[in-house]
């Protein structure tokens, strides 16, 4: 079954530090792997997908992953935090049969001037 | 343009209301679904439709019913709720269903409080 676990409900940083957020894929085919973001009393919106291309994926906002197979990890890292960063942000494999997205539980970012 | 649109933004109904709710794309995605999001969690699916077409029902109860009436449009017929189906209803639509490197696209939700 797929499964992803984001270690972290609730990540603080101050603006202009580095952000990381942990995401642990489980996966019994190769994963298919998402970060969507959601601001408050919003929808969801992607900001970057792995589909077995190229490792290190780019996305919006200046945001970026690394997918390490061999650690079963797809973190989440931006250089600097802007205060327009706080959101909840949600790490999801893609179900084997292409149907369903499958979201850990969350991380918060909270980011302080 | 990437949008997916939901009405109403906000919904309150009581027990034995009947209410409906939106969503609409105009993207050409053959592929929609409905997602139900409670406080401090992450989505969870309820339903997905292919070509208009009833795919997956994740076990959902009858009080909850989804109608496609053509590619970009669907519904969501709510009957008979009960308070802790109090959620986000977010819907999401992709190009298709089956591939496993589509982009859901979301919207913004419809926020309803069943009292």
């Known amino acids: 079954a797929q499964s992803v676990t984001q270690l972290g409900s609730h990540v603080s940083v101050s603006e202009g530090a580095l952000v990381l957020l942990r995401c642990n894929y489980s996966s019994s085919v190769p994963p298919y792997l998402f970060w969507y973001v959601q601001y408050p009393n919003q929808g969801l919106q992607l900001l970057l997908k792995y589909t077995s291309a190229a490792t290190l994926v780019k996305g919006i906002n200046g945001f970026e992953a690394e997918f390490k197979k061999s650690e079963t990890s797809f973190h989440l890292t931006k250089p600097s935090a802007h205060m327009s960063d706080a959101a909840e942000y949600f790490c999801a494999v893609i179900s084997v049969a292409g149907t369903a997205l499958i979201f850990g539980k969350g991380t918060t970012l909270s980011v302080s001037s | 343009d990437t949008e997916v649109t939901q009405t109403p933004k906000h919904l309150v109904m009581g027990m034995t209301n009947k209410k409906s709710l939106k969503c609409e794309q105009h993207?050409?995605?053959?592929?929609m679904y409905w997602y139900k999001q409670k406080a401090k969690k992450p989505p969870e699916l309820m339903f997905v439709?292919?070509?208009?077409?009833?795919?997956i029902n994740e076990s959902v109860p009858s009080r909850f019913s989804p109608e496609c009436p053509n590619s970009s449009l669907l519904n969501l017929h709510l009957h008979a709720l009960q308070p802790e189906d109090s959620a986000l209803y977010l819907c999401?639509?992709?190009?298709?269903?089956?591939?496993?490197?589509?982009?859901?696209?979301f919207g913004p939700g419809t926020r309803l409080l069943v009292l």
């Open positions: 999401a639509s992709s190009l298709t269903t089956g591939m496993r490197g589509e982009t859901q696209y």
């Open positions: 993207m050409g995605h053959r592929a």
């Open positions: 439709y292919s070509y208009e077409k009833l795919s």
